[in-house]
């Protein structure tokens, strides 16, 4: 069983900046990939970022400039800096890993981004 925990996100202003964690934990032989995705009411989860174990990375193409995604291979973990923020950067966002093979999704983290 593969747990993700996930921290960071909150309210922040047009122009600011956030982190988002997501570290991985339980049993776990090898990490494929991570990474993250949002879901904005009444629109369908998306893509947002997403890097590879070897650090290939993503990125949706509204967030490319403004958002970067890293990780700590030792901690199992992710990281989202999401700066430049827009009202549209709005959503829950989800960390997705895949662990030998099986997909995983952390519970969601609330980023509000006001005017």
């Known amino acids: 069983q593969v747990r993700l925990a996930e921290s960071g996100g909150g309210l922040a202003q047009a122009g600011g900046s956030l982190r988002l964690s997501c570290a991985a934990s339980g049993t776990i032989f090898r990490i494929n990939g991570m990474g993250w995705h949002r879901q904005a009411p009444g629109k369908q989860r998306e893509l947002v970022a997403a890097?590879?174990?070897?650090?290939?990375?993503n990125y949706a193409d509204s967030v490319k400039g403004r958002f970067t995604i890293s990780r700590d291979i030792a901690k199992n973990t992710v990281y989202l800096q999401m700066t430049s923020l827009k009202p549209e950067d709005t959503a829950v966002y989800y960390c997705r890993t895949i662990v030998d093979g099986h997909q995983y999704w952390g519970q969601g983290a609330q980023v509000t981004v006001s005017s």
């Open positions: 890097i590879t174990m070897g650090g290939s990375t």
